[in-house]
RNA sequence: GGCCCGUUGGUCUAGCGGUUAGGACGCCUCCCUUUCACGGAGGAGAUCACGGGUUCGAUUCCCGUACGGGUCACCA
């Protein structure tokens, strides 16, 4: 039998790294055994839908670089692929009646207050939270019927069983078992005449030829709900992969608190989406032995559920940036040149540094000088790229690190200065050394530049290139780390050398 | 609180009865070198949560305990 797997998000919030790892392993999962992988949004709950949202997970996804076979926006052999279409077809009916007949489910009448007072006489005295019958599950016909009469809008139940050992597969833990008399009876279908997830989600992965289900392991308490269901049906259940969640630094769920969680921030934030794919598909996944760097098509290729670990992972930024340094310093300078300038337009990508929470005045002014250089001398902007590529770590980086390529008058950095331009005897006759052989050229090669400034080293008989390559870079870029001098300075070629050299003069002490 | 799941250096992990417990991030040192970074070579860091078994032998198997996580909606 070929591999179906289904991807069910809910369209209730921007998703996350953790909804998108979730999409990764059902990608891998399924490439690998030549599969399908459906996208079907689960839209029951009006009351949360998020406008946009769904657009959203479908973004995150593509850009992840997941491929789907069918969904909302591509359609397939089961559409629509969004539970809110079905509902409106009369899907679900059929379904719900059967159970209804079979006994399997019933009409209850509980108000939502009944219910809040029912929670609290629980919690009082200690007894398991749930519907274990309340007042409906054994109703007589002729109470159901007055109810009904009186015009009362009623949910409908699963009669969970009684004194039954049920039993999920977890591809991950095994044999998970949960005594029946401690599962209380689910809601499958609302008083809005909606189904919950419980009924849909199974009803569909049923008619949707599910062969697996990968979801969060925070369903893995409702999995014996989801496995009745099928066994009153009749159905062959799916095999249930629980993947663990993942953690922040301290401990606790992902959330907000631990800065991005969404998936597209990251985009904003300059991480390239193999490097990001890459790194959360090995939080909770392993490939045996020592392989990290994978490309989407080494991980498929390689991709396994005995790979899937049963325990939560802690989701390590620093780590990410170091993969994603990884995968920027792979890059082609012509692929470089495409991911930069994508990125530098991209209407996000300010937003996101202009924010609040992610404020970062230097980005947004070096994303800027990027942008406008792109427009007005892209020659220039593909040899200025190279140069700090294997110095940043996000493509947001590269503002910041190439911004003194651009401006007319560099920042200076005040402890450079103080170091190189302040007692410093022959740094003035340096200046003049370079301006004088700068003076009236168009352009230099870098192997000019090295014989430029080793000729001053020579005639000062200075032992090292240091006292002159160091000033000189300041005098150049402002700062005392950046690129080698020479490359730099032919990139940056005469003019703008000469004029940055003058001013530099102005400062020496 | 009930139920369920988990537990290898700070973090991600390899391991699947016998290993000097391997790798990666981070940290430190050194090398390369015109700085930073990259790259290279080393280093510190794990009584494999703890206590019992099983076994000739347990990180690996079983049972408890502790700790952590998940879940207990007419939300998914």
New binding site residues.
């Given amino acids: 039998m070929s591999v179906r797997v289904r991807y069910?998000?809910?369209p209730?919030g921007s998703p996350h790294v953790g909804n998108i790892r979730t999409a990764l392993f059902c990608h891998f999962f399924a490439r690998h055994h030549d599969g399908v992988m459906f996208v079907r949004i689960?839209?029951?709950?009006r009351?949360?839908t998020v406008p946009g949202v769904e657009q959203e997970i479908l973004e995150s996804i593509r850009w992840a670089g997941i491929e789907w076979q069918e969904g909302p926006d591509k359609g397939g052999p089961f559409a629509p692929y969004k539970?809110s279409e079905r509902q409106e077809q009369g899907i679900y009916q059929p379904y719900i009646d059967e159970l209804l007949n079979s006994g399997n489910a019933y009409k209850?009448?509980?108000?939502?207050e009944?219910?809040d007072e029912m929670?609290q006489y629980?919690?009082i005295n200690?007894k398991?939270?749930?519907?274990f019958g309340g007042a409906w599950r054994d109703a007589t016909p002729a109470l159901v019927g007055e109810a009904e009469a009186s015009g009362k809008?009623?949910?409908i139940?699963l009669r969970m069983p009684r004194g039954k050992m049920l039993v999920?597969n977890?591809a991950?833990?095994?044999?998970?078992?949960?005594?029946s008399d401690?599962?209380?009876d689910?809601?499958l279908?609302?008083?809005?005449g909606?189904?919950?997830?419980?009924f849909?989600?199974m009803v569909d992965d049923h008619l949707m030829g599910t062969t697996h289900v990968i979801r969060?392991?925070?369903?893995?308490?409702?999995?014996?709900k989801h496995v009745w269901l099928f066994e009153a049906f009749g159905w062959e259940p799916p095999v249930f992969v629980?993947v663990?969640?993942i953690?922040g630094?301290?401990?606790?769920?992902l959330s907000k608190r631990h800065g991005d969680t969404k998936m597209l921030d990251y985009r904003a934030a300059g991480y390239l989406p193999g490097a990001l794919a890459n790194?959360i598909t090995?939080?909770?996944?392993?490939?045996?032995?020592?392989?990290?760097?994978m490309s989407m098509e080494e991980i498929a290729s390689c991709f396994k559920l005995?790979?899937?670990?049963?325990?939560?992972?802690?989701?390590?930024a620093?780590?990410?940036?170091?993969?994603n340094?990884?995968y920027i310093?792979a890059l082609t300078p012509e692929q470089l040149i495409s991911e930069v300038s994508g990125y530098v337009t991209n209407s996000e990508v300010a937003a996101y540094f202009g924010s609040e929470d992610h404020g970062d005045p230097l980005a947004v002014e070096g994303l800027a000088l990027l942008k406008s250089a792109f427009e007005s001398n892209p020659a220039y902007v593909g040899r200025v790229l190279p140069l700090e590529q294997?110095?940043?770590?996000t493509l947001a980086e590269f503002g910041p690190a190439c911004a003194f390529f651009f401006v007319d008058e560099v920042t200076f950095d005040e402890k450079a200065v103080e170091k190189w331009f302040v007692g410093q005897g022959h740094v003035e006759a340096l200046f003049n050394h370079l301006i004088a052989g700068l003076d009236g050229r168009s352009s230099i090669s870098?192997e000019e530049c090295?014989a430029l400034v080793q000729q001053f080293v020579d005639q000062e008989g200075l032992e090292?290139?240091?006292p002159?390559?160091?000033p000189?870079?300041v005098a150049l870029t402002g700062?005392?780390?950046?690129?080698?001098?020479?490359?730099?300075m032919e990139v940056l070629g005469p003019a703008r050398m000469l004029s940055r050299l003058q001013r530099a003069k102005g400062m020496i002490r």
Avoid: C
């Avoid at 620093?318 to 993969?323: G, I, R, S, T, V």
């Fill in positions: 069910a998000p809910s209730t689960e839209d029951t709950d009351a949360r539970q209850a009448f509980d108000t939502p009944e219910l929670r629980q919690q200690k398991p939270f749930g519907y809008k009623p949910v139940r999920v977890d991950i833990r095994g044999r998970v078992e949960f005594e401690l599962v209380d689910p809601v279908i609302k008083a809005d909606m189904p919950t997830y419980h849909a989600a969060g392991e925070e369903w893995i308490s409702s999995a014996p629980h663990p969640v953690k630094k301290d401990g606790a769920k790194f090995l939080i909770g996944w392993s490939p045996g032995g020592d392989r990290e760097i005995e790979g899937l670990q049963p325990s939560p992972g802690v989701f390590d620093d780590k990410l940036k170091w993969m340094g990884n310093r294997e110095r940043v770590t870098l090295r090292k290139l240091g002159a390559v160091h000189a870079r700062k005392t780390a950046g690129p080698g001098l020479f490359e730099l």
